[in-house]
């Protein structure tokens, strides 16, 4: 990713967050990533993480419409994706899906309720709903509105080695290619 259009998206976040009344933090830590895709637009995130804790994280994270944030899932961390502001399709899946549909069907908490899913079902949600993902569940999400609020409440987050995406092409981070100067600092960044 250009570090121009990182400088552009975090210029949006900034906004979204502003104006929907999330006060961020004195030197909030940016993650911006288009998945190693190079095409952020059709699969990104900006997140700013919160609260870094060895037991415990959470994130505040920003999307526009049916930007993706491909199918992964974690070995270690549970986590709570929480629809802040706008609308959030969230899908599900017992299994890797790559490796096709299962059939299978699972129990996932949907705003505190535990609800059969089958898995590949999408979930929507609305402001303040949220899902709770325990380790070994597969999910993708996507705001259904122009743009959306994200929340994460989790265990502990260990972005470098507890992301495992579907797609074997899907990376993590981004490479960023300098062509004008940073406004922030990533977490990515040395
Ligand atoms: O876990 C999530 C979303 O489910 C994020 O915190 C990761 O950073 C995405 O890779």
Redesign the pocket.
């Known amino acids: 990713m250009k570090r121009s259009a990182i400088n552009k998206v975090i210029g949006a976040a900034k906004l979204f967050f502003n104006q929907n009344g999330w006060t961020l933090p004195p030197s909030p830590r940016w993650?911006v990533?288009d998945?190693g895709l190079d095409s952020f637009l059709a699969s990104g995130?900006v997140?700013v993480n919160l609260a870094e804790e060895v037991e415990y994280?959470e994130?505040l994270?920003y999307a526009v419409k049916n930007q993706l944030?491909p199918a992964?899932t974690?070995k270690k961390?549970k986590?709570d994706?929480i629809c802040r502001i706008g609308k959030l399709v969230i899908q599900l899946w017992s299994k890797d899906p790559k490796k096709g549909e299962s059939g299978d069907s699972f129990n996932v908490k949907i705003n505190g309720v535990f609800c059969l899913v089958k898995s590949g079902d999408t979930i929507h949600l609305s402001a303040g709903e949220r899902v709770t993902?325990v380790p070994g569940i597969w999910?993708a999400?996507y705001p259904s509105s122009e743009e959306c609020i994200i929340g994460?409440v989790?265990t502990a987050?260990d972005?470098l080695n507890d992301?495992f995406?579907s797609d074997a092409e899907v990376g993590?981070f981004s490479e960023i290619l300098e062509d004008e100067p940073a406004i922030v600092k990533l977490v990515s960044d040395k």
């Open positions: 993650d990533t998945f995130l997140l994280c994130k994270m944030t992964h974690h961390k986590e994706i993902i999910h999400f994460e989790s987050n972005d992301n995406f993590r």
